[in-house]
């Protein structure tokens, strides 16, 4: 029986007596939800072994950016198999080792894209094997396409002296007269 109205004088109790405040109807919420299972594995903490394991393996996935280390060449680098490695990779430093190379290799492209390579030369150099993943990858994550992104980086490079026209050294060469 659910009583609209507190009575204590008449003996009436609040135990069915429908919430009346934000603060009562969260505590009739939470008590109605199930408990949260917490999974937790004794195997899964993060000694500092296994730290040193994962830098070990952050290190391996910068030094091969443009080759890209694939978990098992980051497995045998590190001495940890590879189920163990992608998991714990992605909770020590936020995403699965897959995505940080790609991370990795998207900023080598915007300071190449700001130094004023072209598109097609940054998506060989950072290790891209197609323009369409690059273009796709970089705008899915940078929020604009490779070139627009080089427009806005180029008026910024430029405003810190570095000059607005790339001239390369093969046209100097044969245009330009030596004085």
Request: glycine share 6%; charged share 20%.
């Amino acid at each position: 029986m659910i009583l609209d109205d507190h009575n204590p004088s008449l003996g009436e109790s609040r135990v069915n007596a429908a919430p009346r405040t934000d603060r009562e109807i969260a505590a009739v919420i939470r008590d109605a939800l199930p408990a949260p299972q917490v999974w937790y594995d004794v195997r899964m903490t993060s000694s500092r072994a296994t730290l040193r394991r994962l830098v070990r393996a952050r290190d391996v996935l910068h030094a091969s950016v443009q080759r890209g280390a694939t978990l098992d060449d980051l497995a045998a680098a590190s001495g940890l198999s590879r189920g163990f490695l992608a998991r714990s990779f992605a909770r020590a430093f936020g995403v699965p080792p897959h995505q940080y190379l790609v991370q990795l290799r998207l900023d080598r492209a915007k300071r190449a894209l700001a130094r004023g390579a072209s598109v097609t030369e940054t998506c060989l150099e950072v290790g891209f094997e197609s323009l369409g993943s690059f273009s796709a990858s970089f705008h899915r994550r940078v929020g604009v396409s490779p070139r627009a992104w080089q427009r806005q980086a180029r008026g910024l490079v430029q405003g810190l002296g570095v000059p607005a026209l790339y001239i390369p050294a093969c046209f100097l060469a044969r245009y330009v007269e030596h004085v």
